[in-house]
C-alpha cells in the first residue's frame, strides 16, 4: 500500500541547530502531512502541502515537496528541548479517501 | 483542542474476551478513523468511517468490527482479543478524507 517513508529514523541534535527530516512516497498523491506526536500522547497535525505546492512555511517550520522526486522534507529551525518528539509523514495514493502515515523519524533535542 | 476523547484510557483484559472502545467527537466531523500504533509499524489503520452507518476497512482490519450510528460515535469491537492486540489505539477525525486528522489522546489496551 502507499506509505510515506521517514529518512532517518532518528535525530539527535543540539538546541539551537536546525532539524531535517526527509520523507519518500511511492505513487501521485494529492497532498503531503507532516504530524508530531509527543511521547505517550496522540498526534498533532503540523502541516499540509498540496501537490500543486513547492513549499510551505509555519512559525519555524519549513516544509518543501518535490513531486518529480516523490519527496518531502521537514525543516525545524532553531530547535528546542520541546521540539523533542516523534515526526510522521502521511500521503493519500490520488484516489482513497484516506491517508497512510510512515513510522516517523524520532528527533532528540539535546541541551 | 478538537473535542475528542477515548474511552477508556486504559484496559486491560483477558484473551477470548471481547472488548469495546470508544471514539466521542464534538466537532460534527464527517470522518472518524481507528489506528493502531506498534513499536517498529508507526500508526496503521484498522477502520475507518465517512458518515453514519458508512464504513470501510483498513490496512490491518482483520479480528476488529466497528459501528457508528451517530455522528459522534465511532466504536471498536475486538470480538475475542488476543495478545496479538496489545497495542495502543487512536482515534482521529476529519472534515474531508484527505485532510488534517485531529487525534485522541489514546487507548493503552493489554491482553494478557
Known amino acids: 500500500s502507499q506509505q510515506g517513508e521517514e529518512d532517518p529514523q532518528a535525530l539527535s541534535i543540539q538546541e539551537g541547530e536546525n532539524a531535517t527530516m526527509n520523507c519518500s512516497y511511492k505513487?501521485?498523491?494529492?497532498?503531503l502531512q507532516w504530524y508530531r506526536q509527543n511521547s505517550g500522547r496522540g498526534l498533532v497535525h503540523l502541516i499540509l502541502?498540496?501537490?500543486?505546492?513547492r513549499e510551505k512555511h509555519s512559525g519555524r517550520l519549513r516544509v518543501t515537496l518535490d513531486t518529480s522526486k516523490k519527496s518531502s522534507s521537514l525543516l525545524i529551525t532553531a530547535s528546542r528541548a520541546a521540539d523533542t518528539a516523534s515526526y510522521f509523514c502521511?500521503?493519500?495514493?490520488?484516489?482513497?479517501?484516506?491517508?497512510?502515515f510512515g513510522k516517523g523519524t524520532r528527533l532528540h533535542i539535546l541541551p | 483542542d478538537a473535542g475528542i476523547t477515548q474511552s477508556p484510557r486504559h484496559k486491560v483484559t483477558e484473551t477470548g474476551t471481547p472488548v469495546t472502545l470508544r471514539c466521542h467527537q464534538t466537532?460534527?466531523?464527517?470522518?472518524m478513523y481507528w489506528y493502531r500504533q506498534d513499536p517498529g509499524h508507526g500508526l496503521r489503520l484498522i477502520h475507518y468511517?465517512?458518515?453514519?452507518?458508512?464504513?470501510d476497512k483498513g490496512e490491518v482490519s482483520d479480528g476488529y468490527s466497528v459501528s457508528r450510528s451517530k455522528t459522534e460515535d465511532f466504536l471498536l469491537t475486538l470480538e475475542s482479543a488476543t495478545s496479538s492486540q496489545t497495542s495502543v489505539y487512536f482515534c482521529?477525525?476529519?472534515?474531508?478524507?484527505?485532510?488534517?486528522?485531529?487525534f485522541g489522546p489514546g487507548t493503552r489496551l493489554t491482553v494478557t
Open positions: 468511517s465517512y458518515g453514519v452507518k458508512d464504513t
Open positions: 466537532e460534527n466531523h464527517r470522518y
Open positions: 502521511a500521503t493519500d495514493d490520488g484516489r482513497d479517501d484516506k491517508i497512510i
Open positions: 502541502i498540496r501537490s500543486n505546492e
Open positions: 482521529a477525525i476529519s472534515v474531508t478524507g484527505l485532510d488534517e486528522q485531529y
Open positions: 505513487t501521485s498523491i494529492n497532498n
